[in-house]
């Protein structure tokens, strides 16, 4: 009887409900691994084409404490943010775009005892675990490449983590708004620039300081200072403010998605 009954009338989850949607989501990649690893190639064949072949062209670069690296060694932790954003904001948007509008997933989720809340946080974690295995493959690409100078970089898996979080978190919250797939031009808009200008292929003092400042307040900007400080040791406490401008824009993107999914889909 009790079982007929926690059938019929949905009982409350635990804490951590978001977690089966991490499972869905597993299980669904389980049968399609090749397209899951799909996105591990395109930072790296970046790196090889610009970072070693260019590599030949430019001579090293010296950074703000006067530490001298090869090209490649600059260009590489750059890649590695870039593809953490790129992973990020395809799977929070795209993804659950067509899941939301189309295939019409979360409304039948939500008529489970799982709340808007929930749909967030799993979402967001499985795009944070998937960043997170192209993350750890790239830096074992660096490693063998010898990009790589300091044991600092042990905590660029993490950093790569957090900038994920913060293009997810964002990235869902912005698709809550799209009406349309003509609406994610504007996404590209926004992600390509911030590719070739935050500081990604050359240093950020080239720039005029009229540009230079606005360079330095974009997310992506945050995430290359992190992974290029790491893997080449030069850690000081002002990092602490790329780690705390990451955090707020993912919390914040994940708390406005789950009140504009509960607004769209608990009508």
Request: overall charge positive.
């Amino acid at each position: 009887m009790g079982t007929l009954t926690a059938r019929v009338v949905p009982v409350p989850l635990r804490l951590g409900g978001g977690r089966h949607i991490v499972e869905r989501n597993f299980v669904m990649y389980r049968r399609s691994w090749v397209v899951f690893l799909s996105g591990f190639f395109e930072p790296v064949f970046y790196l090889l084409s610009i970072g070693v072949g260019v590599a030949q062209l430019v001579g090293d670069f010296t950074l703000s404490d006067g530490t001298r690296i090869g090209y490649a060694a600059f260009v590489a932790p750059a890649m590695l943010a870039s593809s953490a954003m790129n992973g990020a904001i395809f799977d929070s948007t795209y993804n659950i775009f067509f899941r939301m509008k189309y295939a019409k997933l979360y409304d039948s989720m939500l008529a489970t005892p799982l709340r808007p809340w929930d749909i967030a946080t799993g979402e967001v974690t499985w795009a944070l675990l998937r960043g997170a295995c192209y993350s750890a493959m790239f830096i074992l690409v660096m490693l063998f490449m010898g990009l790589v100078s300091s044991w600092w970089a042990l905590v660029a898996l993490p950093a790569s983590v957090l900038i994920g979080f913060a293009f997810a978190g964002a990235g869902m919250a912005l698709t809550t708004f799209m009406r349309s797939w003509q609406d994610f031009e504007f996404v590209q808009l926004a992600i390509i620039p911030m590719f070739l200008f935050s500081a990604t292929f050359y240093p950020v003092e080239t720039y005029p300081d009229a540009i230079r400042w606005l360079v330095e307040i974009t997310p992506l900007y945050q995430g290359v200072v992190l992974e290029r400080a790491f893997t080449t040791g030069t850690v000081s406490w002002s990092l602490l403010i790329n780690i705390l401008y990451l955090a707020t824009m993912g919390t914040l993107g994940m708390y406005v998605a789950s009140r504009r999914l509960g607004k769209l889909l608990l009508k």
